[in-house]
C-alpha cells in the first residue's frame, strides 16, 4: 500500500520551478534514498512531502498518514550543541505533535521517549547532556526525537553529514534496522555514492531535465554505463 502519492507534482518558490512534474508513489517499508548534485532540489522536494511549500502545480496525497505525523530529522538541527538540556529532554521534545492542548508531557510520552532510547540502544545517555555527546551519539539521540513524532515515515536529511566512517556505518545500521525489523519507512537525502554506503530499496536521483527512480542495482548499472 502506498503511504504518499505523488502527482505531476512542481515545487519551487515565488513561482520559480524547481522541481517539475514528478510522479512516485512511496509505499509501505521503502527505503528511498535521494540523491543528486546541490540545487537540484532535493531539499525542496522534502519540504513538499512535508507540506513546508505548496504546490506549483500537481498533489500530494497521504494515505492513512498526517502530515503532522511524519518523523523528521533536518540537516542543521535546531538542537544547540551547547544548549544545557538532558537527553531525554530533547527526546520528548519529539513529542510536541501529539501534545493538543495539554502542556505537559504525559505517561504515555515519557514512555514513548524511553522506548524509543532503548530502540536505538542509548537508553544509557537518557540523564547526560546532549551538549556532552559525541556526534555520533547527537545524531542517534536527534534520531530518537523524530521517531516519537511517528510510526510509519521517517525524513532524513543527510544523517551521517559530519561523522567519522565508524559512526557513520553504525547509524546506517540503526536506519536500516528501523526500516526492515520494525517496518518505518524511510526517505533519505543523501551525498553518499559510495557504493558500499548506498542503502535502502530505491534511489530517487535528482538531475536537471532526467529524474530517475527505481531500486538501487538498476541505480548502479546505470551509474556505470554513463
Known amino acids: 500500500m502506498s503511504l504518499i502519492e505523488i502527482k505531476n507534482l512542481s515545487l519551487g518558490y515565488d513561482k520559480e520551478i524547481v522541481l517539475k512534474n514528478i510522479n512516485l508513489q512511496i509505499e ?82 515519557k514512555e514513548k521517549a524511553l522506548y524509543n532510547l532503548k530502540l536505538l540502544k542509548i537508553e544509557n545517555l537518557k540523564d547526560k547532556c546532549f551538549c556532552d555527546l559525541s556526534g555520533g551519539q547527537r545524531q542517534k539521540v536527534l534520531l530518537a526525537r523524530s521517531l516519537c513524532a511517528t510510526s510509519k515515515l521517517l525524513i532524513l536529511d543527510e544523517p551521517s553529514n559530519n561523522l567519522d566512517s565508524k559512526s557513520k556505518k553504525d547509524l546506517y545500521e540503526t536506519i536500516t534496522e528501523l526500516n526492515q525489523e520494525h517496518g518505518i519507512t524511510i526517505i533519505m537525502i543523501t551525498h553518499d555514492l559510495d557504493h558500499d554506503n548506498l542503502i535502502g530499496n530505491k534511489i530517487l536521483s535528482l538531475r536537471e531535465n532526467e529524474i530517475f527512480f527505481g531500486s538501487v542495482s538498476e541505480f548502479v548499472r546505470r551509474v556505470h554505463n554513463d
Open 28 to 109: 509501505e517499508n521503502d527505503f528511498i534514498c535521494i540523491v543528486g548534485p546541490n540545487g537540484s532540489g532535493k531539499s525542496t522536494l522534502v519540504k513538499g512531502l512535508l507540506g513546508l511549500i505548496k504546490p506549483i502545480k500537481g498533489k500530494v496525497i497521504y494515505n492513512g498518514l498526517k502530515k503532522t505525523f511524519i518523523g523528521y530529522m533536518p540537516q542543521e538541527t535546531k538542537v544547540d550543541s551547547n544548549f544545557p538540556a538532558s537527553v531525554m529532554e530533547i527526546v520528548l521534545s519529539g513529542t510536541l505533535n501529539k501534545l493538543g492542548f495539554n502542556s505537559f508531557y504525559t505517561k504515555e510520552q
